[in-house]
């Protein structure tokens, strides 16, 4: 690829012009209010609207008391002198959190009823990091000053501006590039633009300078806006060249200047990068990163391996992290090569780019080779930055899904999420103390550099010892073996039940290996896959036809489950709601199929152990617990439901076949069962009339059984934290005689290495169930071969049938063809009769158009015969004119001639004085042959013209002449008088 460089010159554009006039600022101000809240976050708005005679709050007062922008305005003060009075500058406090974010700020105005946020364009600290400067989309421009913890606004506006970096030649200036691609110098102490020029017609990019800076003539500025590039003075801001490269293959993606020297580098689309000297402007060093990174894997030896930094850990089930690799190609065209971003160090001896296909590599930016390489699993990063201390090992990144990300590049485990989302840039302090990222939202947020390291070193400290204790590199959902003494230690029942007091619900990353801790799953897996090897029984293969899941997933581990305890029980199988029982927890573990197989085995051992004594009836015993406690508490809605003859499998055995599930949504479900499992077996019985007595002022206003029936069926506002502390109170107030503790056994776990067979349901109906199926079967059977036989005799009457109408039916169909064909050739013959009549009417018809064709071609020929006589006449007439104009000439000469021998006899005459004689006499020869010339002559065109006359006239009428024929002849005769003029004329003399 070619690559040409040029100088040009460029005129520099008005120097402090104003973007914004006075006008639209003043219209812009009347309309905007805003709050300012320095305890959590910062806003700012336009004060204009308010007077100039306001003063300044007392310092004492800032620490304590949050500021009001309405009250306190920033606006330059001009006085008579023309001098302009120091702005305003208001106090504001940092965040004291140990989070980290120590200030946060957005512009939110009040537009109209509504409040409207007004985005950040750009931000920066300044080169002593003691000062950070803020840009809104509108050009409004904010000094925050760390120190003094005092902002102020300018009163200059850049509107659509797209970066703004701290000026290395003055401590109060700054470099701003908008999107229409004009470049400011801005001093904040004097709000001044102190100079502006217009370097493009595209969005401002990139800005970097080499080290040149305190030449006056250097081009140390370089600046990128799209494919092009240009080379400004940093002072004037003059362009003193013009970079052009050839874009017939690829185009430019990333330009700047190398720290602390001359050059400076170009990327393009093909992922190669250019480092040219600023002096004779020609290449000095070519790089191809990504070729070198894939060299380097294909020589990697098997047992050798990349650093690889996975942003969601292995036992983290957030499913923000699982499209992360999703890149939008809005953003980013994969043709423009691989490499998204890069980085320099601070001390500016590497040079980090980051790859479309999650790679991180570091180079050396004195040979730009290779020296690191990072894999990213699980993200891609779109911009970076390295943090100066501690040696260059603490990146902090933007992923593509907008999350901002704190990486150590020697402990690739250690990670921290400093922002989860709407993460557009970040940008570092010149001494690394401060990070500022900014926001889609509108807002942003800086924060402690310091304490996100700390908080980084404290979350790797907490999982080191997490993993020590638990000796794996992951949580599970259970446990292998017996669990150590430690984990029982932690996760004791009392313990579990303090932290289900406090917060309501169990951690949610912990809530299932909680569950198997109070339940005691044992995890036996041997005998698991033993009840799985046994395949699907036959009247679960039947039952599952009509199961309808959405997830076939889902769909085949329910199948899966339900299968597993049909093996076990036999019961099982026939029991209609055991995937609707099921299917909750499946879709909470959808891959950990013996997690749910043991805990519902627990449950049907535990909870609900009474609920199958006489199926496929509903439980008399266990709802007749349910009933007798609902009519101890209320006596007015049991009353109620016996009025409706509502029963209680109607109001208390739907809850429980499908675990609740029909009437919770997901998280109060999850809150529900944490306190169930916590709890005894019969807990759940006081969690079902608990759940009428939440909801009967709903129920006592149902008109009829059926609106009764459905409210048990669908989902109604619960506020679960009541519910469980209503059922707690009524299991502690119970009385005993009622209460369930005397009929339901305490818990029991499954033992470890087996599974104990349920045996409280009718076994007789079972086996009576399976004789009469297998009776049936006998009976299907049966009949089928009957049927068979039948359906044999049957296809072999409808074949002596089927041959006998087919017979009838081909004589019937030969007489229809045979009437078909005679109808056909009637018609056939009417037609060729009707095509003969038609054959003589064109041939009528023809004979007519050839009669008129022949008499055209007659009218033809007499016309061509016309034109050629016509022809012909043309050039007789030609002929005789040339003749005439012959005659004509030696007629003259004749005259000429004459008059000449006229003047000699007159000379002879007056010489000899002798001759008497006239001329007539004296020249009698010559006349007379002069008139016979003309006899001659007058003969020859009278032969001519009586030739021409006698010819044959294709008209009919002899008498006919042609008009141009009877000119002609006038013509001649006309000629004939003149020449017979001509002649008397000459004998009269």
Not at 279 to 288: C, D, G, P, S, W
Not at 924 to 946: F, S, V
Request: overall charge neutral.
């Amino acid at each position: 690829m070619e690559k040409n460089m040029k100088k040009g010159d460029r005129s520099q554009a008005t120097s402090n012009k104003n973007v914004v006039d006075e006008n639209e600022d003043q219209e812009y101000d009347e309309n905007e209010e805003c709050d300012l809240d320095t305890e959590r976050d910062f806003s700012f708005g336009t004060e204009d609207e308010f007077e100039e005679d306001f003063f300044e709050p007392p310092l004492s007062a800032a620490p304590s008391t949050p500021i009001s922008m309405h009250k306190y305005p920033m606006k330059l003060k001009h006085t008579e002198s023309g001098q302009d009075i120091p702005m305003r500058k208001y106090p504001f406090k940092l965040k004291q959190t140990e989070s980290g974010n120590i200030l946060t700020v957005h512009h939110t105005i009040k537009n109209v009823e509504q409040q409207l946020r007004i985005r950040i364009g750009a931000c920066c600290f300044n080169e002593m990091s003691n000062k950070l400067v803020v840009i809104d989309r509108r050009g409004n421009i904010y000094i925050f000053d760390f120190v003094s913890k005092r902002y102020w606004r300018l009163s200059v506006r850049v509107p659509q501006v797209k970066l703004v970096h701290a000026s290395p030649l003055h401590h109060n200036e700054y470099i701003v590039g908008n999107e229409l691609g004009h470049v400011f110098l801005l001093d904040v102490e004097k709000s001044l633009l102190n100079r502006s020029n217009e370097v493009g017609n595209a969005s401002i990019d990139q800005i970097s300078w080499g080290n040149r800076l305190q030449s006056t003539s250097a081009s140390n500025t370089l600046v990128r806006f799209g494919p092009a590039a240009v080379l400004l003075n940093l002072r004037t801001l003059q362009v003193s060249h013009q970079l052009e490269f050839n874009q017939s293959r690829y185009t430019l993606k990333f330009a700047g200047y190398m720290p602390n020297s001359d050059q400076f580098f170009t990327c393009f689309t093909n992922d190669s990068i250019h480092v040219w000297s600023t002096h004779t402007l020609e290449t000095v060093l070519i790089a191809q990163p990504i070729k070198a990174r894939d060299r380097k894997l294909r020589l990697l030896r098997p047992d050798k391996s990349i650093p690889e930094i996975v942003l969601r850990g292995k036992d983290d089930e957030d499913s923000t992290f699982e499209d992360d690799l999703t890149f939008d190609c809005q953003e980013q065209h994969f043709a423009d090569g691989k490499l998204l971003n890069y980085s320099f160090s601070p001390n500016g001896n590497k040079l980090c780019f980051s790859t479309l296909d999650g790679y991180l590599l570091l180079l050396s930016t004195a040979s730009l080779e290779l020296d690191k390489l990072y894999r990213l699993s699980d993200f891609i990063i779109k911009q970076m930055v390295l943090l100066p201390q501690p040696k260059d090992r603490i990146l902090f990144a933007i992923t593509a899904r907008g999350m901002a990300i704190m990486l150590d590049l020697e402990q690739t485990d250690h990670k921290l999420i400093v922002q989860r989302s709407n993460a557009v840039s970040v940008s570092v302090s010149r001494d690394g103390k401060l990070l500022s990222v900014l926001s889609k939202s509108g807002e942003v947020n800086v924060w402690s550099t310091c304490r996100l390291y700390n908080s980084l070193q404290v979350q790797t400290q907490c999982i080191t010892q997490l993993r020590a204790v638990l000796k794996q590199p992951k949580l599970p959902y259970h446990f292998s073996g017996s669990m150590n003494c430690e984990l029982r230690q932690l996760l004791k029942r009392d313990r579990l039940r303090a932290i289900l007091g406090e917060y309501g619900c169990y951690p949610e990353k912990y809530r299932f290996i909680i569950w198997s801790s109070l339940l005691e799953l044992p995890s036996n897996g041997a005998q698991y896959q033993a009840l799985l090897k046994l395949g699907q029984p036959a009247i679960v293969r039947q039952k599952a036809r009509a199961l309808k899941i959405k997830s076939d997933a889902q769909r085949r581990a329910v199948i899966k489950v339900w299968s597993c305890l049909a093996h076990w029980c036999k019961v099982f199988g026939y029991v209609d709601f055991m995937p609707h029982l099921v299917f909750p927890f499946i879709k909470q573990m959808p891959k950990n199929g013996l997690v749910v197989f043991e805990l519902v085995v627990t449950l049907l051992l535990n909870h609900l152990q009474l609920g199958f004594e006489f199926h496929p009836m509903p439980p008399d015993n266990y709802l007749a617990m349910c009933e007798n406690l609902l009519q101890l508490q209320d006596e007015q809605l049991s009353k109620f439901y016996q009025t409706l003859d509502v029963k209680p499998k109607d109001y208390a055995w739907s809850l429980l076949t499908n675990g609740f599930a029909e009437v919770l949504e997901e998280h109060q479900w999850l809150v529900l069962w944490d306190n169930i499992v916590t709890e005894q077996p019969y807990f759940v019985v006081f969690v079902v009339v608990a759940y009428n007595l939440l909801h009967r002022e709903v129920i006592l206003r149902l008109p009829d059984k059926e609106a009764v029936l459905w409210f048990f069926h669908e989902q109604n506002p619960t506020d679960v934290a009541k519910w469980m502390l209503r059922s707690r109170k009524l299991m502690s107030k119970c009385d005993p005689n009622v209460h369930a503790q005397r009929f339901i056994p305490p818990f029991a776990s499954i033992p470890k290495g087996v599974y104990p067979k349920f045996l409280n349901y009718p076994i007789d109906w079972i086996e009576q169930q399976e004789e009469q199926t297998e009776a049936l079967v006998k009976q299907h059977q049966e009949i089928d071969v009957r049927i068979r036989n039948l359906e044999l005799e049957e296809l072999q009457i409808i074949d002596r049938l089927e041959n006998g109408l087919k017979q009838e039916e081909h004589a019937r169909r030969l007489k229809e063809m045979e009437k078909l064909y005679q109808d056909t050739i009637q018609r056939e013959e009417e037609r060729i009769a009707c095509h003969r009549k038609m054959l003589l009417m064109y041939q009528l018809e023809v004979r007519q158009r050839k009669s008129e064709i022949i008499s055209k071609l007659n009218e033809t020929e007499h016309r061509r015969i016309e034109l050629e006589m016509e022809k012909e006449i043309d050039q007789l007439m030609h002929s005789v004119e040339r003749e005439r104009r012959r005659q004509n000439q030696e007629m003259l000469f004749a005259e000429d001639e004459i008059r000449n021998q006229e003047m000699e006899l007159l000379a002879q005459r007056y010489y000899a004085q002798s001759a008497e004689a006239p001329l007539a006499q004296k020249y009698y020869d010559n006349i007379q042959k002069m008139c016979r010339e003309r006899d001659k002559l007058q003969q020859h065109l009278r032969e001519m013209t009586m030739e021409k006359l006698q010819r044959p006239m294709p008209s009919t009428n002899p008498l006919r002449k042609e008009p141009h024929l009877i000119e002609i002849e006038r013509s001649i005769l006309e000629i004939q008088r003149e020449f017979t003029d001509l002649i008397g004329s000459d004998s009269s003399k």
